[in-house]
């Protein structure tokens, strides 16, 4: 805020929502401390004030990719452990009430696409995150969910987590370890290399479990939206989504895609307060 | 309603680890398996273990916990000695077997343990190999039906194949797999001579039952053992088993 002629004028300022950045962080540390430390214990050096648990452990796809075995045997897919059952109906809850905020704020392969586009944002400025041809884009969004179908279906018929070997995820907190297969490592590596051009391509393209959170954009409780009585209709808020939504040309988003990020809302870089909220009930 | 961030936060990291609390307090998080398989549901074998659970986080201690086989027995089948086999994960013997070009694994062990117990097993559309030691030791036990005996004929890694140049897991060491290479390097019953290795060499349990008058013990117990614990004399043992090794191994 300052004077000009008398009139005090306020400048907008994009803002980032800081405290989403926070608990990515420290999801990522925490799962980064319990995966190196369940080598760590395999060997007898474990800390013992430490998780020791398997990354599947704590995992919430994982809990999905075993709910056919489970109702269908009573059993868990192998490798698979309870806490994934758990961790998989906390982040179901969460998704219906918030969205896939588990992918925007929580998941630390996100976290670590987010950090890799930082450089692409630097290189490429505002070209960054606008290289796939929109004519083939929207098509290549619901890949995803063919490979959701292709997970729930081979690990249903063979009872083993077959994903493994090609789960970025997986590498991103094993690659130390001998049991991750070279092609899980080759998608992580593409994923990165990837992230320079496109913000996260695997969470767009690729995440069976993005897809399947993703669902819960179509009836989430509270949603991003947007008043067009205030809107200046500047479309700052379709520039900055990491997912590339049209916010500015809808009321509420239910698109598929919509991570809860926030950082198209008035909090962020929207410069109208109360314009694009993140709500329930209606917006005028 | 409207929701900032902040709030967001807060709920998102309440509602993750304080999930995680309540879920520990009602005993629902759980990390690890209970190193206990299955069991099966229906059927003859209702209520035993299902060697089809067996999983890579097992050690031989484990299986002997769930399955009529030893640690001893499992690991002379699989070519792994050591002060302690119970301890010996089975998702060790991937490494183990690397270099053989084989996979011998948790599938094996699983193959192994069904055929050594007489548990069901599928193994239609599965190509699960085992050392030519397992297989020694199955058919040795006479029991195996035609198809099983095929499968096993079908899949027993070639002759010549040892573990014997790879790494050893933690505390083990590999022995070699091959039945032509046993630990002792000739075919002579000694003090020493394990039921396993009667086994292994190709004596049948039945000659085995019929020539110590009793049934077999555990395979990891020595002749010499037995015989003193049931007041024989080993000597008297000693040359009909002799005998019969000697038939199988001219």
Known sequence: MF???????????????????????????????ISVNHTLAESGAGI???????????????????????????????????????????????????????????????????????????L???????????????????????VLVWVLYITAMSGTLIFESYDPYFALFNFWSTEVAWSALAILGATLLLSVFVER????????????????????????KRAESTCKADGACSIMCPMNIPVDAVKVVRDHQCISCLECTSEAICPVAKTVVFSTGGVK | MTLTSKPLALIVLVMLLGGIAFSSSMGWWTTESS???ATFEEGEFAGQANPADIRGSYTFGD?????????EVLAQAFGVTGEDSSAFAIKELEAIYLESGYEIGTASVRLFVAYYTGLPFETADQDIYLPRSATDILLSLGDLTPE????LE???????????TLEPAVGLSPLPVDSSAPASTEYSVKGKTTFGELLSWGVSLEIIEGIIGAPMPDPAMTVKDFASAGGLDFETLRPALQMEVDKVKP
């Open chain 1, 3 to 33: 004077t000009v002629f008398g009139k005090r004028i306020r400048l907008f300022r994009p803002r980032s929502i800081w405290v989403r950045r926070v608990v990515q962080w420290v999801f990522f540390l925490l799962i980064a401390f």
């Open chain 1, 48 to 122: 013992p004030v430490l998780s020791s648990a398997s990354l599947h452990a704590v995992c919430p796809f994982g809990g999905v990719e075993t709910l056919y075995t489970f109702a269908a045997d009573g059993l868990l897919v192998r490798k698979i452990h309870d806490s994934s059952l758990v961790l998989a109906g906390i982040v179901l809850l969460l998704s219906i009430l918030f969205g896939p905020v588990f992918c925007g704020w929580v998941c630390p392969l996100g976290t670590v696409q987010e950090w890799a586009g930082k450089l692409g944002k630097r």
């Open chain 1, 124 to 146: 490429f400025k505002r070209r960054y995150n606008h290289f796939v041809p929109a004519r083939i884009d929207p098509v290549l969004r619901y890949v995803r969910y063919g």
């Open chain 1, 201 to 224: 391509p695997w969470c767009k393209y690729a995440c069976p479990y993005g897809a399947f959170l993703g669902i819960t954009n179509l009836f989430r409780v509270f949603s991003i």
């Open chain 2, 35 to 37: 190193k206990q398989p």
């Open chain 2, 63 to 71: 299986i002997a916990g769930s399955f009529a086989v030893t640690p």
């Open chain 2, 148 to 151: 099983q005996i095929g499968y």
């Open chain 2, 154 to 164: 079908k899949y027993t890694i070639p002759t010549g194949i040892t573990a014997a």
